[in-house]
């Protein structure tokens, strides 16, 4: 029988962004987050001047469980239709079990 993970909150947050400074502030950014191939969360778009989210939401897992979370924007070049890959990581459930490590 396999250990079941409860989280109850999300923090996600892109760190060392290298990119100029936009003025702009149309919401462009969203993370996906899924487990085990499975889309269970898509965040609020934000703009590119904060790349940070925070989720109140329930979420299960295994720690053999595959976690994705997947950050990407709307781009103009492609008419604000196709995402584009902004970061991406892909581990396992029981990397979640230590809460001071950063995955990115």
Same mark, same amino acid.
Not at 26 to 41: A, R, S
Not at 77 to 85: D, E, I, N, R, S
């Given at each position: 029988? !396999? ?11 892109? @760190?060392? &962004?290298? !990119?100029? $400074? !936009?003025?702009?502030? +149309? @919401?462009? #950014? *969203?993370?996906? @987050?899924?487990? &085990?191939?499975? +889309? ?6 934000? $703009?590119?001047?904060? @790349? ?10 295994? $720690? ?7 950050? #990407? ?5 492609? /008419?604000?239709?196709? $995402? *584009? ?14 809460? /001071? +490590? #950063?995955?990115?």
């Amino acid at each position: 029988m !396999s250990q079941i993970i409860s989280a109850s909150s999300i923090d996600v947050r892109a @760190l060392e &962004d290298s !990119s100029e $400074p !936009s003025k702009s502030q +149309k @919401l462009t #950014h *969203v993370f996906v @987050l899924k487990i &085990d191939g499975t +889309k269970v969360l898509e965040s609020a778009k934000v $703009p590119r001047e904060s @790349l940070v989210w925070k989720q109140q939401t329930q979420l299960r897992f295994t $720690p053999s469980s595959t976690i994705s979370i997947i950050i #990407h924007r709307k781009s103009r070049a492609f /008419g604000w239709q196709k $995402p *584009v890959l902004v970061a991406e990581y892909n581990g396992r459930g029981m990397d979640f079990l230590d809460i /001071g +490590k #950063h995955l990115f």
